[in-house]
């Protein structure tokens, strides 16, 4: 689902300049410590992530992202010794798998391989290549485990870190890059503006009267796809799947009868409900691809984290808070050594015009 506007964007208009050292390496000591700028208004304000809900009003709905993060990396050999890598990105409902794979020369359809193999190079599992994926030239690849795949990711497999942190996973890992409300297992990415909530800020928003309602996305690794076209129209978006539970519906009914305003927690909540307010589907897959001319039927505020430059996260935030803010709350952030992507800090958006 492609929104096309009037104006022809260009990827170079949501480009910036970035120093590497301000590419977040490791979450911050505590989630909450991290910052958090309130860009709602113009000069904006900095903050902490744990005065979030005195940002917030009673009977403001806040809609979390509840998919959890799966260790999706897999290592292994092709039958002639050639390494690969596996990404999972989906487990399908017969038990296959969707994935990503580097390796130097792809294997031929029927191949056995061998994954997670030991020191003596006995394999904990097999993956047999069944084709690609989800046509006959797919850019992703079928596999069917020897075994159950969420059992073998969760034994073998690594956390699937994004590709801009160059340390391997660690056991520090596997907990930070995973919200503290991870229900439904499917993500191959966080939803990282999630990962700064912990238990004593979602006391205090209950504290302060704001709901909590929840959707599943399972985050896949398209997220971290470049957009390659110059012109956004012509770019291809990935897809994802998502479900929008009854009591959530409910409870957005309930906030905007009752005045309230909606604040997703980011992106892939905006896309969640942004897809259900342009379908009605409650449960699905979605491409849909937000760009500025987009018309917010659902969300009215959003927190976020700091995005990759020509990214369609940053089309999104554009489009959400209009372009001109988001480039002159980007700068501003640069300026104040905010630390960025999936570890880094955050940033709370009220709808332009909104």
């Given amino acids: 689902m492609s929104i096309s506007t009037p104006h022809t964007w260009r990827t170079t208009d949501f480009d910036f300049e970035l120093p590497p050292e301000l590419i977040a390496q490791h979450p911050a000591p505590e989630r909450s410590a991290s910052r958090l700028l309130d860009g709602r208004r113009w000069p904006p304000i900095d903050l902490i992530f744990r005065q979030l809900p005195e940002l917030l009003q009673p009977g403001d709905l806040m809609v979390f992202n509840d998919t959890q993060v799966i260790k999706a990396r897999l290592f292994g050999v092709k039958p002639t010794g050639g390494r690969l890598e596996v990404l999972v990105e989906r487990v399908l409902p017969d038990g296959e798998v969707v994935a990503h794979m580097k390796v130097s020369k792809k294997p031929a359809v029927g191949t056995e391989l061998r994954m997670a193999p030991d020191a003596h190079g006995t394999p904990a599992f097999t993956a047999t290549l069944l084709g690609r994926w989800p046509e006959a030239d797919g850019p992703l690849f079928r596999l069917r485990f020897s075994g159950d795949p969420y059992t073998l990711m969760q034994r073998y497999g690594h956390v699937p870190l994004p590709p801009y942190i160059q340390h391997p996973d660690s056991a520090d890992d596997e907990q930070r890059y995973q919200t503290v409300f991870a229900k439904h297992p499917g993500a191959v990415a966080a939803p990282t503006a999630a990962l700064h909530f912990d238990?004593?800020?979602?006391?205090?928003?209950?504290?302060?009267?704001?709901?909590?309602?929840?959707?599943?996305?399972?985050?896949?690794?398209?997220?971290?796809?470049?957009?390659?076209?110059?012109?956004?129209?012509?770019?291809?978006?990935?897809?994802?799947?998502?479900?929008?539970?009854?009591?959530?519906?409910?409870?957005?009914?309930?906030?905007?009868?009752?005045g309230g305003r909606i604040v997703a927690v980011g992106t892939t909540t905006v896309r969640t409900l942004e897809s259900w307010a342009a379908t009605g589907q409650t449960e699905g897959d979605t491409d849909i691809f937000i760009t500025p001319g987009f018309s917010f039927r659902v969300v009215d505020g959003l927190i976020t984290n700091f995005h990759l430059p020509r990214s369609t996260l940053m089309m999104l935030v554009s489009a959400f808070a209009g372009y001109e803010r988001i480039m002159a709350l980007y700068r501003h952030a640069v300026q104040q050594r905010y630390r960025f992507f999936s570890y880094g800090d955050a940033m709370l958006l009220r709808r332009e015009g909104g």
């Fill in 199 to 258: 238990e004593a800020v979602l006391a205090a928003l209950d504290a302060r009267g704001v709901r909590r309602a929840a959707v599943t996305l399972h985050v896949g690794a398209g997220t971290f796809q470049p957009v390659k076209v110059d012109d956004i129209a012509q770019h291809r978006m990935h897809s994802e799947w998502y479900r929008i539970p009854p009591e959530t519906l409910a409870a957005l009914e309930q906030t905007r009868r009752q």
